[in-house]
């Protein structure tokens, strides 16, 4: 089941957290793995868990904010593995504040990560997906597009645009045999939410909001991504696949 022998995936935002364990998750499954973050972070511990899945690796800098970056590693893949099979578009940015301090700056940071990132990727990886009559493209969304996370207006308007961008791409790309979906996750435990989920009062809010009673480990966001990456996921496009416990049916 969600075998990806044969496949070649890049994933953005991939040093760390949800972005390693789809790497992770992809190398378990077979495919061929490219990670990718910014110039400058590093992508070691990602190459050496996707290598110990058995998995050839290449890792790549990219800054999904730079058009040209982008083409150019879409390019290099290309060239050395003749195809891409799956983009994870995982790359994303959170700063949360109270309304009233959002800078132009500000907003326009989250749009040029979240979406215009998400999409120009998307954009590059097409023409070659459409070639070969078979793309997935996958979006990391989250629960805060669906509903309201208190100081978070900039990241919940992306991550709720990103969901009406996958659609609309997955509409306009069903015919070239590409599906277009995201995945929508709750608080997961990565370093980045570890230190806020140790404060007693806080990780008590959080799990009070999960009726399953514990936040998301990064590997079930990763086999979401593998299944949807799968030939079993081929009617699957314009869906966002909640992983949440249960926060978003109250």
Known sequence: MFELTGRVAIVTGAAAGLGQ????????????VVPTDRPGVDLEKTKALCMEAGAECYPLAMDVTDQDAILATVNEVKAKFGRIDILANNAG????????????????AHFSVNIKGGFFAAQAVMPIMKEQGFGRIIFTGSQAGIVARENQQPYCATKGGIQSLARALAFDWAKFGITVNVVAPTFALTEITRSRLEDPEYSKMVLGMIPVGRVV?????????????????????????VIDGGWTIW
């Open 93 to 108: 940015m959170n700063k949360p504040m109270p309304a009233e301090n959002v800078t132009p700056e500000i907003w326009d």
């Open 21 to 32: 364990a789809i790497c992770v998750a992809f190398a378990k499954q077979g495919a061929t």
């Open 217 to 241: 480990d990064p590997s079930e966001i990763g086999s979401a991504f593998a299944y949807l990456a799968s030939n079993e996921a081929s009617m699957v496009t314009g869906h966002t696949l």
